[in-house]
């Protein structure tokens, strides 16, 4: 114990009158153990796998083409694919036409074309967003089961049909997640 200003002030009370004194630690304690909770109680138990790529400039030129490498090993049960695409509000369509390929591990593909509508017909983007920044998730396959186990590859071409790219399409993305019963 220490005698301060004629008060008698144990060790633990040292410590809580420096800790009272950081405005920091009752904030940064409280958010720390929310931002854990909100972690764990966050976690998708369901998903497979979640990735954007990042357009340069936001400007998706159709050479640029977006590749994505997944390891499946569940071949049992069914999967739910959806492609993610983050756009500017001065996208100046309501949609996005997509080339998607699929290659599984054996070398076989599937080519597929995608009509990814991003806004209604009165022009509301649709999505979530966040100033000028909307994110859309398009289901693309529901209830798939990939034959065999191994790396698939999905790559994803804009087909459009523009010349100087796409302007304001910022992010594309592959979201695989196992089909709930």
């Known amino acids: 114990?220490?005698?301060v200003n004629n008060r008698v002030r144990s060790p633990k009370s040292e410590v809580r009158r420096f800790c009272l004194r950081l405005p920091f630690?009752?904030?940064g304690?409280?958010?720390s153990v929310f931002g854990l909770l909100l972690f764990l109680?966050?976690?998708d138990s369901n998903k497979v796998f979640d990735q954007y790529i990042e357009v340069e400039n936001a400007n998706w030129k159709r050479e640029n083409i977006a590749k994505f490498s997944v390891d499946i090993t569940d071949t049992t049960t069914?999967?739910?694919?959806?492609i993610n695409i983050r756009n500017k509000g001065n996208y100046p369509y309501s949609n996005l036409y997509m080339f998607v390929k699929i290659e599984g591990p054996d070398?076989?593909?599937s080519v597929d074309t995608v009509n990814c509508i991003l806004?209604?017909?009165s022009g509301k983007w649709l999505g979530k967003g966040i100033g000028d920044l909307w994110d859309v998730q398009v289901p693309y396959i529901g209830g798939f089961k990939f034959a065999k186990s191994g790396n698939y590859q999905f790559s994803?071409?804009?087909a459009m049909r523009v010349e100087n790219g796409l302007e304001g399409i910022t992010d594309i993305g592959l979201h695989i997640e196992r089909k709930e019963d």
């Open 25 to 27: 630690f009752d904030f």
């Open 156 to 158: 994803f071409e804009q």
């Open 41 to 43: 109680f966050s976690c």
């Open 107 to 109: 070398g076989n593909f």
């Open 1 to 3: 114990m220490k005698l």
């Open 78 to 82: 069914a999967h739910n694919l959806y």
């Open 119 to 121: 806004a209604d017909k």
């Open 29 to 31: 304690l409280r958010s």
